[in-house]
């Protein structure tokens, strides 16, 4: 079975332009989570949505928004690219939406800001 | 602000020695649990979850859980050098969501 997908791997973008990163769940997986993860540091919790309503968010600013699709396939979106948004930004997928559901990680879209 | 602490390492252990990676957390209404390995340059991979106090095994690893003391700890068995990686410990705050508060990791060195 396909795990979590994340689109586009790699990307380079300049301060201030925009940037929208894909994420496809395991198939059956209702929930998706957005993680930031800065080198040598644990991932920061950016949102939850579950059955396309977002169930949490994280202490990000306004420029970062979301949204899951009826397939259950998310985007996450940032404007006004600043050089501190560069990092590893994750997608999870889980069964389901609860707090004690298990996490799986896709491989990550690797974003630099120049 | 909700946290988790590890200990940064790196931690070195022989092969086949016992590993033991720990992890406090602050919030004590917490119920849910997480260990993850990540290599480096990889994503997150979830090895084990623990929800109830005691101990949960799975092969090598065993999962510790004391909400009194607002600890979770790692063991890891018969160390390999594939087992070399960083551990991450995470915590769901709670709150109907599912958000996982993560520690900064342990870097873990298995030496032949």
Same mark, same amino acid.
């Given at each position: 079975?396909?795990?979590?997908?994340?689109?586009?791997?790699?990307?380079?973008?300049?301060?201030?332009?925009?940037?929208?990163?894909?994420?496809?769940?395991?198939?059956?997986?209702?929930?998706?989570?957005?993680?930031?993860?800065?080198?040598?540091?644990?991932?920061?919790?950016?949102?939850?949505?579950?059955?396309?309503?977002?169930?949490?968010?994280?202490?990000?600013?306004?420029?970062?928004?979301?949204?899951?699709?009826?397939?259950?396939?998310?985007?996450?979106?940032?404007?006004?690219?600043?050089?501190?948004?560069?990092?590893?930004?994750?997608?999870?997928?889980?069964?389901?939406?609860?707090?004690?559901?298990?996490?799986?990680?896709?491989?990550?879209?690797?974003?630099?800001?120049? | 602000?909700?946290?988790?602490?590890?200990?940064?390492?790196?931690?070195?252990?022989?092969?086949?020695?016992? &590993? =033991?990676?720990?992890?406090?957390?602050?919030? %004590?209404? /917490? $119920?849910?649990?997480?260990?993850?390995?990540?290599?480096?340059?990889?994503?997150?991979?979830?090895?084990?979850?623990?929800?109830?106090?005691?101990?949960?095994?799975?092969?090598?690893?065993?999962?510790?859980?004391?909400? &009194? =003391?607002?600890?979770?700890?790692?063991?890891? %068995?018969? /160390? $390999?050098?594939?087992?070399?990686?960083?551990?991450?410990?995470?915590?769901?705050?709670?709150?109907?969501?599912?958000?996982?508060?993560?520690?900064?990791?342990?870097?873990?060195?298995?030496?032949?």
């Amino acid at each position: 079975d396909a795990g979590v997908t994340q689109s586009p791997t790699h990307l380079i973008k300049t301060r201030g332009q925009q940037v929208t990163l894909r994420c496809s769940p395991i198939s059956g997986h209702k929930s998706v989570s957005w993680y930031q993860q800065v080198l040598g540091q644990g991932p920061q919790f950016i949102f939850q949505y579950y059955e396309k309503e977002e169930r949490g968010r994280g202490n990000f600013p306004d420029r970062f928004s979301a949204r899951q699709f009826p397939n259950y396939s998310s985007e996450l979106n940032v404007n006004a690219l600043l050089l501190g948004d560069s990092a590893l930004y994750l997608c999870a997928s889980s069964l389901f939406g609860g707090e004690g559901g298990e996490l799986f990680f896709g491989e990550g879209s690797r974003l630099t800001v120049l | 602000q909700k946290e988790v602490e590890q200990n940064s390492g790196p931690l070195s252990v022989p092969e086949g020695a016992i &590993a =033991s990676l720990n992890c406090t957390y602050s919030d %004590r209404g /917490s $119920q849910s649990f997480f260990w993850y390995r990540q290599y480096s340059g990889k994503s997150p991979e979830l090895i084990m979850s623990i929800y109830s106090n005691g101990d949960k095994e799975d092969g090598r690893f065993t999962a510790q859980l004391n909400k &009194a =003391s607002q600890y979770v700890s790692l063991l890891i %068995r018969d /160390s $390999q050098p594939s087992d070399s990686a960083t551990y991450l410990c995470a915590v769901n705050e709670g709150g109907g969501a599912q958000k996982l508060v993560f520690g900064q990791g342990t870097r873990l060195t298995i030496n032949p």
